[in-house]
């Protein structure tokens, strides 16, 4: 009895020490990445969506290689993040007032639109041309 009060509470040590160190780890990240704006959050989303389309597309047979196309597709997500990391620090190096980054998050929001409607568009649901029109705009810069 009195070792598993001690073990208990030595788990519990363990626990409160991973999630700080877990949620400084977080901040970290977000301040490497410029903070957590409008820009930031509509690519978390897009991605997120664009991914359960994916699954979606496996799930129903449209893609044959399932865990490598989304292993693959993962890797691919994470290294968009590296590139807003980088075009962050280069922004503020030069103080570009987040210039750089928001029109690299920008290109990036546009593909995974982009990515998103041809998805869609795999599983046989019909797009509307003013998404797409929309997606065009933003990766044309226009």
Do not use: C
């Not at 991973?18 to 490497?32: H, P």
């Amino acid at each position: 009895m009195y070792v598993n009060r001690i073990w208990t509470g030595h788990v519990d040590d363990i626990w409160i020490i991973v999630r700080k160190d877990g949620m400084d780890m977080a901040d970290y990240i977000i301040q490497l990445l410029g903070g957590v704006d409008k820009f930031l959050s509509a690519l978390i989303v897009f991605m997120v969506i664009n991914y359960i389309a994916e699954m979606l597309l496996v799930i129903v047979g449209e893609e044959k290689r399932s865990n490598v196309f989304l292993l693959k597709n993962m890797f691919k997500k994470a290294a968009i993040f590296i590139l807003v990391i980088v075009s962050n620090i280069a922004g503020t190096i030069i103080e570009s007032n987040y210039a750089i980054r928001t029109t690299v998050i920008l290109f990036y929001i546009s593909n995974e639109g982009l990515a998103i409607l041809k998805n869609i568009n795999r599983l046989g649901v019909p797009l509307p041309q003013i998404l797409v029109k929309m997606l065009n705009q933003i990766g044309n810069g226009e």
